[in-house]
C-alpha cells in the first residue's frame, strides 16, 4: 500500500527527510532512516554511511553493533562517520552522496540546521540523483524546513504487536509522509519491520504484503518533472 | 600452565622455568603472571636486533632469545671489549632489560655461555668445555642416551673421535660440536635494516608560491611512486617534510587505507590535509628543500590491467575513506567490530576504518525474534527510578530524564554475570551480577533496563539504569 501510494517505492536516486515527532522518538526516526538505507544497500552491495555529530553520542548514545545486527544491517557494510559539528557531517555527507562507491548516505542531525536550506538540500538532490546514491536525512528536534527533498516524512515510535507472553514484539514505526514530490501526502500508516525478510510490512493488517522494500531506481518521466518544478522553485 | 621465563627476582626464590603456574604460586604467593606472547617477544627482539646496530653492523636475532652480534674489528671503536660489554649492559637496563651477553669465538659458542654458562666466565674454549650438555641442544633422546653413557660436559664429548659419535648419534651432534668449539665456523647472518624510501628535493633559490611547492610534492610521489613498483610495494603512509630557509620545518602526513602507489590519489589526500590545517602553510622566506618519505609500506603486486574499459564505476568506498580520514583525522571513519565477552559495553565496540580488520561475527538473532540488542547504548548507563510490584521484579513504572514511563508490556530477566576474572580480587568480589528487561511503554518507545544486583543476595537496595534503546 505504501509502495503504490508513492508510485512503486521511494527514489534509490533521491533525498529524503525524516522528522521525528517528539525527543522520545529520535531512536525510531534513525532507525527507520537506516532500515531504508540497508533496504537500498542490500539491492547491490555497496556501502552505508551514517554520518553523526559528537555529540549526539552524549544525549541519544553509541550506536551498538549487535543492536544494528539484530535489525538485519550488514555492519561490514556500514562505515560510522563521527564528526566534529553539523558542518562537518554536511560536508561529509555531500562528499559520500558524490561517490559512486555509496548505496546511502544517512545524515543524523539535530536541531534546526540553518546551513541545510534549499541550496544545500538541492546540492544533495542533484548528487543523489548523479551518482544513484540514496540520501536520507533525519532530523532531529527540528521542525520542516523548505527544501529540495523528493519527501518529506515524519516518524514516531508505534506500538509493537506483543509477543505472546505480552513481551515487546518487532519494531513498528508510525509513518507519516509529509509531503511528497509530484505525489498525495498526508498519509500515514503504521510499519513493522521484520528482520527475517529484511523488509518492512504494515503493521495494522495481518496482511505481510512487503512495503518500501524495494527501493525504485529513477523514473524517467516523475524525474524530470522533479527537475523543473525544483528549479522553479 | 606453565612457566615459560622468568624475572632474575624469581629465580632466586626457588622458581624454575616448566614448573606448573599453581605450584609457582604455592611457593610465591605475590607471584606476577603475564601470558606467553611469542610473537611479541620475537618482535621485540627484533627491535633490540635493530638497536644493536649501533655497536656493529653485523646483528643477526637468534629467536627465541639471543641477539648474535659480530664484534670484530668493532670493539676498539667502544673502547675494548670490556668497556663494549659494559655499554651495552647499561644501555639495555637503561630500556628495563636485563641482558646476559658473553664473548667467545664463535658464534654457536657465545650463545651457549650465555643461556648456559652460569652468571660468570669469560669466553674462552676451557669455559665451553666445562658447559653441561643442555647446551648442545640436541633432541631428548640423543641427551638422555648421551647422560647414560656418563657424559657431563662438552669438552668430554669433544675429545672423543667424531666418527664413532657421528655413527652413533648423528652428524647433527658433530655438528654441533664442531660449532661450539670452533672448528666449524658458522657465519653470522646479519639483519638488514629496510632501506627507507625518500626521494629529497633541493632547490638552488627558496621557492615561495603555494603551487609551486605541490608541483615539487606531485614530483616526488611520482618518484616515490616509481621506487615503490620496483620493491613491488604500496604506501601506507607518506611523511612530507618542507624545510623553509630560515630553519623551520613544517611536516605533513597522509595515510591510506591500502597500500597505493598511486599519485593522483596521494596528491589529491595531501591537497586535503593542506587544506585541513589549523594554521595553513606559511611559506615564509621560501621553502629550499622538500623531502618524502614512506614510513609504512605493505606489499602490493601489480594488477592486470583488462584491455577493455571496465564497465562498472569505481566501487572502491577507501578512497572516500581515507579522504575523510585525512580531513576529520582517523578517529573519524568508523565501523563496528565484535569482542569476545558478554557483558554488553564489551561485547561491541567501534574500530577505526584504517586500522586492522578483525571479522568476528555477531551472535545471531534466533528467527521470529524481535532484536534483542538494542540499537544505542549509553556509556556509562544512566541511572533512573523505578518503581517495581516486588524488588526482584519486573518494572512497572521508571522516570528517566525527568518524564514518567509506564511498562506495558516487558521481557526478562536476563541475568548477565559480572566477569569476575577481570577484577582485582578475583571471585571474592566479583561485582553485582545485571537483569536485563526489554521494555515497552504505550507509545512504542522500548528501552533496555537493568537492575544492578541481585535483590538479597547481592544487595538490599539494587539500583536501576537504562543502558540502551531500541529501534
Request: glycine residues 8%; charged residues 25%; proline residues 7%.
Amino acid at each position: 500500500m505504501a509502495d503504490r501510494e508513492l508510485n512503486g517505492g521511494l527514489r534509490a536516486d533521491g533525498l529524503h527527510e525524516f522528522y521525528a515527532r517528539s525527543r522520545q522518538d529520535i531512536v525510531a526516526t534513525i532507525s527507520f532512516a537506516l532500515l531504508i538505507g540497508q533496504l537500498c544497500q542490500r539491492r547491490d552491495g555497496r556501502t552505508l554511511i551514517w554520518a553523526r555529530e559528537v555529540q549526539a553520542a552524549r544525549n541519544g548514545g553509541n550506536p551498538y553493533g549487535p543492536g544494528l545486527a539484530a535489525l538485519g544491517i550488514d555492519t561490514r557494510k556500514l562505515v560510522l562517520l563521527i564528526l566534529p559539528d553539523a558542518k562537518a557531517v554536511l560536508r561529509a555527507a555531500l562528499d559520500a552522496a558524490r561517490d559512486a562507491a555509496v548505496a546511502a548516505v544517512v545524515v543524523e542531525l539535530t536541531g534546526r540546521q540553518p546551513q541545510l536550506d534549499l541550496t544545500a538540500t538541492r546540492r544533495f538532490a542533484l548528487a543523489a540523483a548523479e551518482k544513484d546514491t540514496m540520501v536520507l536525512s533525519t532530523r532531529l528536534a527540528a521542525s520542516p524546513t523548505p527544501s529540495a527533498a523528493h519527501s518529506r516524512w515524519q516518524i514516531a515510535a508505534a506500538p509493537s504487536r506483543a509477543l505472546d507472553v505480552h513481551a515487546p514484539g518487532a519494531p513498528a514505526f508510525e509513518v507519516e509522509l509529509l509531503r511528497q514530490r509530484g505525489g498525495r501526502d498526508g498519509i500515514s500508516f503504521i510499519m513493522e519491520w521484520d528482520g527475517d525478510s529484511a523488509s518492512f510490512r504494515l503493521g495494522n493488517s495481518a496482511a505481510t504484503a512487503p512495503s518500501l522494500s524495494r527501493p525504485r531506481s529513477a523514473m524517467a518521466v516523475g524525474g524530470a518533472g522533479d527537475m523543473r518544478r525544483a528549479s522553479a522553485a | 600452565m606453565r612457566l615459560a621465563a622468568l624475572s632474575p627476582q624469581a629465580a632466586q626464590r626457588g622458581i624454575a622455568c616448566g614448573m606448573a603456574l599453581a605450584d609457582a604460586r604455592a611457593l610465591v604467593p605475590e607471584l606476577i603472571s603475564l601470558t606467553h606472547d611469542p610473537d611479541g617477544d620475537a618482535l621485540l627482539l627484533k627491535k633490540m636486533a635493530r638497536h644493536c646496530i649501533a655497536y656493529t653492523p653485523s646483528v643477526m636475532p637468534c629467536p627465541p632469545r639471543a641477539i648474535l652480534l659480530d664484534i670484530s674489528g668493532c670493539a676498539h671503536l667502544h673502547g675494548g671489549e670490556q668497556a663494549m660489554e659494559a655499554k651495552i649492559i647499561a644501555d639495555f637496563s637503561e630500556r628495563g632489560h636485563h641482558v646476559r651477553l658473553r664473548f667467545a669465538y664463535t658464534p654457536d659458542a657465545a650463545r651457549a655461555l650465555a643461556r648456559y654458562g652460569g652468571d660468570s666466565g669469560g669466553g674462552d674454549n676451557g669455559d665451553v668445555r666445562a658447559l653441561c650438555l643442555d647446551a648442545l641442544e640436541v633432541d631428548a633422546a640423543s641427551q638422555i642416551a648421551l647422560r647414560r653413557a656418563g657424559f657431563r660436559t662438552i669438552g668430554e664429548l669433544a675429545d672423543l673421535p667424531a666418527a664413532p659419535l657421528a655413527a652413533r648419534f648423528g652428524a647433527q651432534l658433530v655438528r654441533r660440536i664442531n660449532r661450539l668449539m670452533g672448528r666449524e665456523d658458522p657465519h653470522v647472518v646479519p639483519q638488514m635494516p629496510p632501506v627507507a624510501i625518500r626521494v629529497e628535493l633541493r632547490f638552488p633559490e627558496p621557492i615561495g608560491r603555494h603551487d609551486d611547492a605541490l608541483d615539487a610534492i606531485e614530483w616526488l610521489i611520482g618518484e616515490v611512486a616509481v621506487q615503490l613498483a620496483q620493491a613491488g610495494r604500496g604506501g601506507r603512509a607518506f611523511a612530507i617534510s618542507l624545510s623553509r630557509s630560515d630553519g623551520y620545518v613544517a611536516r605533513l602526513m597522509v595515510e591510506t587505507g591500502t597500500p597505493t602507489r598511486d599519485k593522483a590519489l596521494v596528491m589529491r589526500l595531501v591537497r586535503e590535509r593542506i587544506d585541513s590545517l589549523a594554521d595553513p602553510l606559511d611559506p615564509g622566506f621560501g621553502y629550499d628543500s622538500i623531502s618524502l618519505c614512506v614510513t609504512r609500506a605493505e606489499t602490493l603486486d601489480v594488477a592486470q590491467r583488462s584491455l577493455a574499459p571496465s564497465q562498472q564505476p569505481d566501487s572502491d568506498v577507501g578512497v572516500l575513506l581515507d579522504r575523510l580520514a585525512v580531513r576529520y583525522g582517523p578517529a573519524a571513519t568508523l565501523r563496528f567490530a565484535a569482542a569476545n565477552s558478554h557483558i554488553p559495553e564489551r561485547a561491541a565496540y567501534l574500530a577505526q576504518v584504517q586500522g586492522k580488520a578483525c571479522d568476528m561475527p555477531w551472535l545471531d538473532n534466533e528467527p521470529g525474534e524481535p532484536p534483542l540488542r538494542p540499537l544505542f547504548l549509553f556509556d556509562p548507563p544512566q541511572l533512573i527510578d523505578v518503581l517495581a510490584a516486588i524488588p526482584d521484579g519486573p518494572p512497572r513504572r521508571f522516570r528517566w530524564r525527568s518524564k514518567q514511563y509506564v511498562v506495558r508490556f516487558y521481557e526478562g530477566p536476563e541475568r548477565i554475570a559480572p566477569e569476575w576474572w577481570r577484577r582485582r580480587d578475583g571471585c571474592a568480589n566479583p561485582g553485582y551480577s545485571r537483569d536485563y528487561y526489554r521494555v515497552e511503554d504505550g507509545d512504542g518507545h522500548r528501552f533496555w533496563l537493568f537492575r544492578h544486583g541481585l535483590y538479597g543476595r547481592e544487595t538490599s537496595q539494587p539500583r536501576w539504569y537504562v543502558h540502551g534503546l531500541f529501534a
